[in-house]
Nanobody, 123 residues
Framework: QVHLAESGGGLLQAGESLRLSCAVS????????MGWLRQAPGKEREFLAAITWSGGTTYYAKSGKGRFAISRDSAKMTVYLQMDSLKPEDTAVYYCAAKVGMVISSRNGYNYWGQGTQVTVSS
């Protein structure tokens, strides 16, 4: 069982940066891959990036390449998503998620989710 809680969302201007945090708790975290996904109004959920808890291996989906960076701090039990040069189209609810296994390139299989945090970017 894994529990996730996102924080750090807010209202920003285009071009600004923001770092989202995901507090993680649970057992056997070394078996898990952590991911960040987002969902904008009226759109499907979009996979951004993933990281293995144990080795810190990262993967970026097309939507997450270039301006986003995923990381984790095992001591702080936290996963981060650094977002730079934000655009209005980045406006969405951002979710932290976890799944058992190391297939970090797949958007599928996430079965633990946080409540989400809203990011709104104005032009």
């Amino acid at each position: 069982q894994v529990h996730l809680a996102e924080s750090g969302g807010g209202l920003l201007q285009a071009g600004e940066s923001l770092r989202l945090s995901c507090a993680v708790s649970g057992d056997r975290l070394s078996d898990y891959t952590m991911g960040w996904l987002r969902q904008a109004p009226g759109k499907e959920r979009e996979f951004l990036a993933a990281i293995t808890w144990s080795g810190g291996t990262t993967y970026y989906a097309k939507s997450g390449k270039g301006r986003f960076a995923i990381s984790r701090d095992s001591a702080k039990m936290t996963v981060y998503l650094q977002m730079d040069s934000l655009k209005p189209e980045d406006t969405a609810v951002y979710y932290c998620a976890a799944k058992v296994g190391m297939v970090i390139s797949s958007r599928n299989g996430y079965n633990y989710w946080g409540q989400g945090t809203q990011v709104t970017v104005s032009s």
